[in-house]
């Protein structure tokens, strides 16, 4: 029976998907050279980068990270509720006996004394039985089935939640990666830097020595240098817990990700070219938005299931087996035993209970519903916010490229003049630390623009897409579960059905939503 069948004879609202605010173009303020409405948003966009590194970490995330491997086992979960409440349609009671009795009656009591003065008779009586006990409430006003319809969401839901763990970690991981990319960055400006004002230290001390400047530029360029110096260890700091925050995202042990480092191609550059698509393409893409539609779907789906106990519930009782005193003849069709008992309830001294039992889980409905809409906003503006923020952080680096090869320059110059006498050190000084700012800052700002990106790409959607037949678990998770339960086929990916796992885009607004139809 299809759910389009069962929710046709169910009590209840139907989901209809609630109409959101459309934005057919993103802000002009936010749109920029290099950046495409016309060409979808690319799913593996780490690849983008070109940084080998940076795609083996992705991939080894996505195997091991163990947030997603719990990810993969609610999924699990819901898969298997799903049987349990597909369960209901069959009769919800069954017992299968058979037993035993022996009794002997005393004949000194009541009646068996009377009869025993004038016959004779065997005190002793026994009983052979066996047979079959079944009782069902039969699903009149689709209980049952708006409780399927809601276990069908709740499976689609945690396949949705898993995917916007992958957007979230996938972007960690390439954040992480180049934050630890900017500490070693700026770890290497810091170091040139530190030899350049060594050379600059020894000048001062030759000049002192032939008594062509005094001891405070010596003792400036000392102080300097020792200040730079200082900042090393900060940053090693730094590029340790880096190091660290990516191995727990990668499920690696803290301290076990330098060989995965290589090569270091630096921070990354990011495209020329940016696709984004237009705005309504992101309600199909991003699994948040698609999960809190189908949270409220599920919660409709329980409406229902609250609304059928105002109703009369209709059931049939019922046994059927074999019962004699000789086991020689347990068997026989004069043993033949059976009962049937169709009866119906109503449960209505609880109306009121009931009934405000209704109104809690349609407030919960409407709840959802506004929080599906407040996600959507929220999703507009996180996407516009890290567009803006990914163009002005490339304007940013224009303009520092051009102040670090002015502060080169300057700093060049500065110290020949120092060398003709024709400044004082001051002027060697102040340009030295302009240039070593400018240079970090130039760093740091080239970081923020592949940042900006990466939390673009996330704001899009993008990501889950390349890993929709990854896993759920690693093999030996599975073995592991498969030799202390009995899991049948549902530990095969291929028992959740393929469109929840594709996590197909919803249909317009206004249109019931399908569910997938997994196979039982």
């Not at 990319?181 to 020595?209: C, G, K, M, N, Y």
């Not at 952080?393 to 003049?417: D, G, P």
Request: glycine content about 6%; aromatic content about 8%; overall charge neutral.
């Amino acid at each position: 029976m299809t759910a389009a069948t069962l929710a046709a004879c169910a009590v209840g609202p139907d989901f209809v998907l609630p109409t959101v605010p459309s934005k057919a173009n993103w802000s002009g303020a936010s749109r920029g050279p290099g950046v495409d409405q016309r060409q979808d948003p690319a799913f593996a966009w780490w690849r983008t980068f070109k940084d080998p590194a940076l795609n083996r970490l992705i991939d080894m995330s996505v195997a091991q990270n163990l947030d997603l491997q719990a990810a993969g086992l609610r999924i699990y979960q819901a898969r298997a509720q799903l049987g349990v409440i597909i369960g209901d349609y069959f009769p919800q009671t069954q017992k299968v006996g058979a037993g035993y009795k022996r009794e002997r009656v005393s004949k000194d009591v009541g009646l068996t004394r009377e009869v025993s003065r004038f016959v004779d008779f065997d005190p002793t009586f026994q009983d052979w039985s066996t047979g079959f006990d079944a009782s069902w409430e039969i699903d009149v006003w689709g209980k049952v089935a708006r409780g399927v319809q809601a276990a069908r969401a709740n499976l689609v839901v945690a396949v949705a939640d898993r995917y916007d763990l992958l957007v979230t970690i996938t972007g960690d991981v390439a954040t992480a990666y180049v934050t630890l990319r900017e500490l070693q960055a700026e770890i290497a400006l810091t170091r040139r830097s530190i030899i350049v004002q060594e050379d600059s230290l020894r000048l001062t001390q030759l000049q002192f020595r032939e008594g062509t400047t005094t001891e405070l530029d010596v003792d400036e360029a000392t102080a300097f240098l020792n200040s730079t110096k200082a900042e090393v260890p900060n940053l090693e700091a730094d590029l340790a817990k880096a190091k660290n925050a990516l191995a727990v995202l990668i499920g690696r042990p803290a301290g076990d990700i330098d060989g995965l480092l290589k090569p270091n191609r630096g921070i990354p550059a990011t495209s020329p070219h940016v696709g984004i698509g237009v705005p309504v393409e992101l309600l199909r893409r991003r699994p948040d938005i698609r999960a809190a539609e189908l949270r409220a779907l599920e919660q409709a789906a329980k409406v229902g299931v609250a609304v059928a106990d105002l109703y009369p519930q209709f059931g049939i009782t019922g046994s059927v087996g074999v019962k004699a005193s000789d086991l020689s003849t347990l068997f026989t069709s004069t043993a033949i035993t059976g009962l049937i008992n169709p009866g119906v309830s109503w449960n209505v001294l609880n109306y009121g209970r009931i009934r405000n039992n209704v109104r809690v889980e349609d407030a919960r409905l409407q709840e959802l519903l506004t929080s599906y809409r407040q996600q959507v906003l929220k999703a507009y503006a996180e996407a516009e916010d890290a567009l803006t923020a990914f163009l002005k952080s490339k304007q940013q680096v224009v303009f520092l490229t051009r102040s670090v090869r002015a502060s080169q320059r300057a700093q060049r110059i500065s110290l020949l003049e120092y060398q003709a006498g024709t400044v004082s050190f001051n002027r060697v000084l102040d340009n030295q630390v302009s240039l070593l700012r400018s240079e970090q800052r130039l760093a740091s700002v080239r970081a923020d623009a592949v940042t900006n990106l990466v939390a673009l790409y996330k704001a899009l959607g993008g990501g889950w897409q390349s890993f929709t037949d990854a896993p759920l678990v690693p093999d030996e998770t599975k073995v592991e579960m498969a030799a202390r339960t009995n899991w049948g086929r549902l530990l095969d990916d291929d028992a959740i059905p393929e469109a929840a796992r594709q996590l197909k885009p919803p249909p317009t607004p206004g249109a019931k939503p399908q569910l997938p139809q997994p196979d039982f």
